[in-house]
């Protein structure tokens, strides 16, 4: 197991970088003044490396997320992807999100929900077999027809997942999909998603739950309480691929100890 953390953003010997994030700053007005939420953070994601953002509520996990997607700006600093500004990555479609909330259409059933992204796009065409196909991939074959309604959580979010891979994305970003998940669900899901995805897909997943990171990363980026900085970049050495026995192991409780132990010894990670 590696014992010494690298450098904020960094693993060595991997793959080209595919994202890379430079003294990137987000600040808002507010009526009390102005707020920073990410000061100066500096990441660089290989292609296909699944990385976890991890730490405390509020340290802006989510922020960095929206800016790495391209949704907001920064207030100072870069992001590039493949070494192009990250507003061409989002023209060129690279990305796809996968949000807490599924946000499902009630009028709409399963396969039509997981449609909808092609819809918009313009790229309906051909997509209703690749989508009945992602659906049977994650376990809905046979609620194609089924409404939202008539779904529990998981079932939810594994259309949204279904959704967001239809588009075939080269990066998904995704903000805590399963932190409204009960504990076993959320456990089961974390699990499914490690065999759906089986490498080749840029991922950056944001999370406060240490063994989620642990199960699912190659490396977890720990964040400071607000504002956010890079304070650890830990290469997560389990063998691949990863089932729930791994959680038994001596190894796993170690990451987790070691993860732990970042986010408790910040001192703004307690407080308010």
């Known amino acids: 197991m590696t014992t010494a953390a690298t450098a904020p953003g960094r693993l060595e010997g991997t793959p080209a ?5 430079r003294g990137a700053a987000k600040r808002y007005r507010t009526s009390q003044g102005t707020q920073e939420a990410l000061a100066s953070v500096d990441l660089e994601i290989p292609r296909g490396q699944f990385v976890s953002l991890l730490g405390p509520s509020g340290c802006g996990k989510t922020t ?15 992001l590039l992807v493949d070494g192009e500004p990250v507003e061409k990555a989002l023209k060129q479609r690279k990305f796809a999100f996968v949000f807490q909330d599924a946000t499902l259409l009630p009028w709409k059933n399963v396969v039509d929900n997981a449609s ?10 051909g997509g209703g077999d690749r989508v009945r196909s992602l659906l049977r991939t994650v376990g809905l074959g046979g609620f194609e027809e089924f409404y939202p309604a008539q779904l529990s959580g998981g079932m939810k979010q ?3 997942l279904a959704r967001a891979l239809a588009l075939g994305p080269e990066i998904l970003l995704m903000d805590e ?4 998940l009960d504990a076993i669900t959320r456990d089961r899901m974390g699990e499914e998603l490690l065999k759906i995805l089986d490498g080749g897909r840029t991922v950056v997943f944001v999370t406060h739950s240490i063994p989620e990171a642990v199960l699912l990363s ?31 192991s001596p190894q796993f409780g170690e990451y987790e100890h070691r ?4 986010i ?6 307690h407080r308010d």
């Open 177 to 180: 999909p399963f932190a409204a």
């Open 218 to 248: 190659d490396r977890v980026v720990v964040m400071s309480a607000r504002p956010g900085r890079v304070v650890a970049d830990i290469p997560i050495g389990l063998p691949r691929p990863r089932s729930a026995d791994v959680r038994r």
């Open 259 to 262: 993860l732990r132990s970042y």
């Open 64 to 78: 960095l997320l929206k800016l790495i997607g391209g949704l907001i700006p920064c207030s100072s600093g870069e």
């Open 17 to 21: 970088t595919q994202i890379a994030v």
């Open 158 to 160: 594994r259309v949204a």
């Open 264 to 269: 408790e010894d910040d001192p703004e990670a």
């Open 116 to 125: 909808l992204l092609l819809d918009i796009t313009g790229n309906a065409s």
